[in-house]
């Protein structure tokens, strides 16, 4: 082999200082791994109230030999835009992906291009989700939109003709087909394999082997689950799980005895968290068994020493905390995106890293590694210094979000969070005058955001400097809500 290094990612970032590919002089493969939703509450190594349930030891074995990034967060908390700011590297008011209805344009640069013209080969296998045909990779074979978890249609090369994988899990039959390309590859070239799981996203339809996990638990309740939905002070109404009683009643597979209650509204709350959890997490255990079939192909072949293993999800989620399912707010369990990175060359095993790592961060960590020039269109950095314990010492310590798509429930927002504060502004509520538009956190404090502290006085001075560096940072990226 002419490189030295492979790789398996599942999301990173680039530009710092002087190059640690540089010094290495090597091109090292990588696979790049993502779960859809897969939130940090449910993985073993993030240390939640579901830690001791979720069955994640292939997952919590790469944290173990590598590092776990504890503060790594998606700068637009929804699914299509969160894929194309880790495949640009940019924002999305500069790659045009706002909201769930674009599309990535495949005349846009992306991080698969510039790894092509690194001398890479490049696959995608699984949940694409950008609508237009992916470009930029040799080899690419994917579900439109979101797909079925059984029996998957698979568009390979081509979106006009569909093959169905008759009698197949999709989470299974995507790491198939992964590991086959894998087999196939020319092994004189780097490659940069993209593995996408479908898994976790609603409807949670796990496989049959796994109907049986959980069967007989009481998984352990969020403190905010039977509160006041939302948190305290909070400017918004959310989106609460009795919205998802009604989509699981009418979507079956084993929900049809929930019904709303409105003498027992607590015990259906309850009940519907109960089934939403232990589903999910049954999707989460077809996806730690196959990034174990990809560690064991690794070890079999004599890559593991020499290869960056990173799995993460494309943002968070939220398991009845404040009584809310689904993402796209900033609070925590939907801003953060769980990430582990084990590379034993650079990366010394038991690392945590609490740096603030964004998703715009993904495309230049993958370039690092690879050797390659960063373009200047690219907004996010390499952290690939970062994992060795080389932090730069400009490193940011405040990072920029804004959701689009805003409804009444779920309004467009958007704010800064800092290591210690988090400031939201509700742009889409037109109706609230300015002072009601605004929630501060003090996530030393209130690290579950249970409390809007926006109105105590304590922390005027705090609250006039954070809305200072909010303008900064959007002045900085150019952005004009």
Known sequence: MKHA???????????GPMSL????????????????????????????????????????????QGARLTNCFCTNSICVPSRASILTGQYSHVNGVKTLREALDPDADNVAKRLQAAGYRTALV????????????????????????????????????????????????????????????????????????????????????????????????????????????????????????????????????????SNEPRAVRRATYQKFAKDFLRCVAAIDENVGRVLDYLG???????????????????????????????????????????????????????DIVLNVDFAP?????????????????????????RTPSDWRDAMYYRYYAGSVQRPAHFGIRTHRYKLIYYDGLKDRPEERRWELYDLTKDPRETRNAYDDAEYGEIITQLKTRLHELQGKLKDQP
């Not at 859809?36 to 579901?50: E, K, N, P, V």
């Not at 690092?368 to 314990?389: I, K």
């Open 300 to 354: 079999r072949h004599r890559l593991a020493e020499d290869t960056v293993v990173i799995y993460t999800s494309d943002q968070g989620y939220f398991l009845g905390e404040h009584n809310y399912f689904d993402k796209r707010f900033m609070l925590e369990e939907s801003l953060r995106m769980p990430l582990v990175v084990r590379f034993p060359r650079e990366i010394k095993p038991g690392t945590v890293l609490d």
């Open 21 to 64: 590919a540089a010094e290495t002089a090597a091109k090292p493969n990588i696979v790049f791994i993502m779960a859809d939703d897969h939130t940090s509450q449910a993985w073993g190594c993030y240390g939640s109230r579901l830690a001791p349930f979720a069955k994640t030891p292939h997952i919590d074995r790469l944290a173990r």
């Open 5 to 15: 290094f492979a790789i398996i990612c599942v999301v990173l970032c680039t530009s």
């Open 365 to 389: 960590t993958f370039l690092d590694y690879a050797g390659a020039a960063v373009p200047a269109v690219m907004q996010g950095r390499s952290f690939r210094h970062n994992l060795a314990g």
């Open 126 to 261: 699984g949940k694409w989700h950008l609508k237009r045909a992916p470009a930029g990779f040799d080899y690419w074979n994917i579900i439109k939109g979101q797909g079925r978890y059984h029996n998957p249609t698979m568009f390979e090369m081509q979106l006009d003709k569909g093959i169905p994988q008759k009698g197949a899990y999709s989470t299974d039959v995507f790491t198939e087909k992964a590991l086959a390309w894998l087999d196939g590859r020319d092994g004189e070239q780097p490659f940069c394999l993209m593995l996408h799981f479908k898994a976790t996203h609603e409807p949670w339809n796990y496989h049959p082997r796994h109907a049986n996990l959980y069967e007989n638990v009481d998984l352990p309740e969020p403190d905010t689950l039977l509160g006041t939905t939302g948190p305290q002070g909070s400017v918004v109404p959310g989106w609460p799980l009795e919205i998802l009683t009604q989509r699981m009643v009418r979507g079956g597979h084993g929900a049809e005895k929930l019904r709303l209650d």
